[in-house]
């Protein structure tokens, strides 16, 4: 089975889960085991680094910049207190250190790794063939799918309580400890095991190495290929998980894929064995090797001595499989591959939400000699981008973020930053990258070089400065030219407008222009979108038309505005107004959006739109 | 025209059902088809071959999701035309879509064939058991082709929330298939 038979027997999905995701338009969101309180979890030891200054500071602060650091710090933790960071011995580590300490009879520990950053997983088994997998996450509940029909009940123990489900052949519970600030989970394929007494044993205990693999009741580093052929590197290495690890070695052009297994067999049962088997011999024990119907070639073999099974495959005709499997032996531990484990680090940005924010003309006041004004962007959509070169091609960019909306930004995967101080205010620099933001502008900024820049200086020469000339900003006026200079003149008290966007038709076969106008009341954050844009269709009717601008909304309602036919709907806060000004097959849709006017409000606005 | 209506018409046999579909749905599907295809004809020739199939088999079938019925043939058609050697040059999202998928495959499973069907309903028992919020972003991702970008748009959410809940559904998917999942 490959990605695209995956991908292909989506199509066999039920048709529920087709309908559902077209029409579903708001997430409901996971369903909590505990009401833990996310804020407890973030301040979970080894989860986070906040960015905090005194309480008096925080109440006058419009912009929040936090530091989420997912990838697990070995045993200490750090802390930014203003632009001092300090490192403090931790106590205790709940990856490490937080586990069951008591396990069914019959089971022993064999292996364990990370999942993500956040979370790790360890496995037990029995002789039987039984295991119960536990997972632990500073962030996030895992819940475990099991096959229906599956029976969910609420289960208590000491430590709180937890959904246990179970079905057939199969159970799992999963719960979350708000005073020890994480979650879990306990998955097995033994019914008799009771997993609740698991759960409530969980605590601290020795601690337990992150990567681990025990084998034959000792510590084991499992075996990999020693010797590849020329022009492969390792590319991949996957999490220990159930007793078995794979990793992917590559010379850009082809993979082999290594697996190896102390727990089972990894050749195919019959069922699915559909490809040409030829027996081979690895180290001169028994293997077997399967071609497909490509030139893919895997091959099998079992080392009864050291005690596991392994595979090698690959679509390189030129790679040995035998030579390279006979190469297999103990090696180095290697690292997991950042590609499993998730954002090592994520910088978070959030506005006020009712705290009006109006753009300003602020910009490096100090370019380095050499470099030219390349590009100044519309202060639209809440930033404006700006960008410098010089004659290598060496490039300054600078974002100005003045509105972030409800949703914030995040920047992710970057690796760890290194605290600076720009002109008193907290930054983080990665590499050629720097973010820092202005608690009381209520402003971020995140410059990036390419060249030998000294970014800091760079940034502390960020101020205000004359308005820049807006690259494009004939596209705006020739969008206004071509569809008219449209305005809201019934405003409501305290509204302004505050960003204008526009593109015109291009050429002759060009179809689609619009402007976009942005209002804001000073006082108290609220908003309306005025947008209004060319539309072709192949429509029968104007209400099909309609029901395109307000795409997705329920129960909209028709209509008259200025004259034409218009569309309303109010889906929760959410108030929509759209009229056409054209047919069906061609003309201006006009559209209004806000999310704290009411459809009614929204009218008034609409009705009061003229022609400059 | 209410889907009631339009699939009153074909059980009629009227013909104006397809143009009422086509009306409907047609703009959809065909989006749907092009981000598939990246071709406009043969896109326009899976939302054909989908209408089609509508007419052949309503009757006997009622479906009670009409617009995704006829998204599940037109997709169906479209990855039936596609051209997966070149696929990649044409930057089609699919290639990445199923190198995404390639991750939910436990190693233990690469070997093993699978038919759709098999795998269709071992998908059903996942997307079945797992949150609305993970199952709505899974499906937008892999059934519909949507972006990050678009799914963050559509919900009012961020791209890095998305790409979290992917990666956490995947890996979900991943240890479903290996300890619930295809039998073989």
Redesign the interface.
């Known amino acids: 089975?490959?990605?695209?038979?995956?991908?292909?027997?989506?199509?066999?999905?039920?048709?529920?889960?087709?309908?559902?995701?077209?029409t579903?338009?708001?997430?409901?969101?996971?369903?909590k085991v505990l009401s833990v309180r996310k804020a407890v979890l973030i301040a979970a030891a080894i989860a986070l680094l906040a960015v905090t200054i005194t309480a008096c500071a925080y109440a006058i602060r419009r912009i929040r910049m936090n530091l989420v650091q997912y990838h697990v710090p070995a045993q200490t933790e750090s802390v930014v207190i203003g632009n001092e960071q300090s490192e403090e011995a931790l106590p205790v580590n709940v990856l490490t250190d937080c586990y069951p300490q008591s396990i069914p009879e019959g089971y022993h520990i064999l292996c364990g790794d990370l999942?993500?950053y956040n979370s790790r997983n360890i496995l037990y088994v029995n002789e039987k063939g039984n295991s119960i997998t536990f997972y632990i996450s500073t962030t996030?509940i895992?819940?475990?799918?099991?096959?229906?029909p599956?029976e969910e009940t609420t289960v208590e123990f000491a430590a709180g309580e937890g959904i246990l489900?179970t079905n057939k052949g199969?159970q799992a519970l999963c719960w979350g400890n708000e005073e020890e600030a994480y979650y879990a989970n306990l998955?097995t394929?033994d019914i008799t095991v009771d997993l609740a007494a698991m759960a409530d044993s969980v605590g601290y205990g020795t601690s337990i190495p992150i990567s681990f693999w025990y084998h034959k009741g000792e510590p084991w580093d499992p075996w990999y290929p020693q010797e590849l052929p020329a022009g492969y590197t390792i590319s991949e290495v996957?999490p220990v998980a159930?007793g078995?690890q794979?990793l992917t070695f590559t010379n850009g052009d082809h993979y082999i894929?290594y697996?190896i297994?102390t727990q089972?067999d990894?050749?195919?049962?019959e069922?699915?064995d559909?490809g040409y088997w030829e027996e081979s011999f690895v180290n001169g024990a028994p293997a077997r090797m399967?071609r497909n119907r490509t030139t893919q070639r895997?091959l099998f073999w079992e080392n009864k001595e050291e005690g596991f099974y392994a595979?090698l495959?690959t679509m390189d005709e030129s790679v040995d499989l035998v030579a390279v499997a006979e190469s297999v032996g103990s090696g180095e531990i290697m690292e997991v591959s950042e590609s499993y484990l998730?954002?090592d680090f994520?910088i978070e940005l959030e506005q006020e939400p009712t705290a009006f924010i109006e753009w300003q003309s602020v910009y490096p006041q100090k370019i380095p000699v050499g470099y030219e004004l390349e590009y100044v962007g519309d202060p639209a959509y809440g930033q404006q981008s700006i960008e410098w070169k010089n004659q290598e091609g060496d490039l300054i960019s600078y974002t100005l973020y003045f509105r972030l909306g409800?949703?914030?930004?995040?920047f992710?995967g970057s690796g760890e930053p290194e605290v600076v101080s720009i002109n008193g205010h907290t930054g983080y620099k990665t590499g050629n990258s720097l973010l820092w933001t202005d608690e009381e502008l209520g402003f971020a900024y995140d410059l990036r070089v390419t060249g030998d820049v000294d970014l800091i200086t760079l940034a502390q020469s960020v101020a205000p400065g004359p308005e820049l000339p807006v690259t494009n900003s004939d596209f705006t006026l020739k969008a206004l030219e071509q569809l008219g200079d449209y305005r809201i003149t019934a405003l409501p008290d305290n509204m302004i407008e505050d960003g204008l966007s526009g593109s015109p038709l291009e050429d002759e076969d060009d179809w689609y222009s619009y402007v976009r106008r942005w209002y804001y009341d000073q006082t108290n954050n609220d908003q309306v979108y005025f947008t209004y844009e060319t539309y072709v269709?192949?429509?029968?009717?104007e209400e099909?038309v309609l029901r395109l601008c307000v795409s997705g909304m329920t129960e909209p309602e028709f209509v008259t505005i200025h004259g034409c036919p218009g569309i309303t709907s109010q889906d929760g806060d959410r108030a929509y107004v759209a009229w056409i000004n054209g047919d069906v097959s061609k003309g201006v849709s006009f559209q209004l959006f806000s999310e704290q006017y009411t459809v009614e409000e929204l009218l008034k606005m609409a009705n009061s739109i003229q022609k400059r | 025209m209410e889907d009631v209506k339009i699939i009153d018409l074909y059980f009629a046999r009227n013909e104006d059902a397809i143009c009422q579909t086509d009306a409907a749905y047609g703009r959809k599907l065909f989006c749907l088809a092009e981000r598939i295809l990246h071709n406009e004809q043969d896109s326009e020739e899976s939302v054909s071959d989908t209408y089609m199939k509508t007419w052949e088999t309503i009757p006997p079938h009622r479906p009670t999701y009409f617009y995704a019925y006829l998204a599940k043939l037109c997709r169906f058609f479209a990855l039936g035309k596609l051209d997966w050697k070149n696929a990649a040059k044409r930057k089609a999202e699919v290639v990445s879509l199923t190198d995404e998928m390639e991750q939910c495959i436990p190693d233990q499973r690469k070997e093993a064939e699978a038919e759709g069907k098999e795998i269709g309903r071992a998908m059903n028992a996942f997307l079945e058991s797992i949150s609305q919020e993970s199952h709505v972003i899974f499906m937008r991702r892999y059934w519909f082709c949507d972006t990050i970008a678009e799914i963050a748009e559509r919900y009012g959410i961020s791209e890095s929330k998305v790409k979290m809940r992917l990666l956490r559904t995947r890996k979900q998917l991943a240890e479903f298939l290996s300890k619930e999942g295809i039998a073989v």
């Open positions: 089975m490959s990605g695209k038979d995956l991908f292909l027997g989506l199509n066999y999905v039920n048709v529920k889960f087709v309908n559902e995701a077209e579903v338009t708001e997430l409901k969101g996971e369903r999942s993500t996030s895992e819940e475990m799918a099991l096959r229906p599956v489900k199969a998955y394929d996957a159930s078995y794979s894929r697996g297994s089972e990894l050749a195919p049962t069922i699915s559909q399967k895997t595979f495959e998730g954002p994520t409800r949703y914030g930004r995040e992710e269709t192949d429509c029968s009717t099909e």
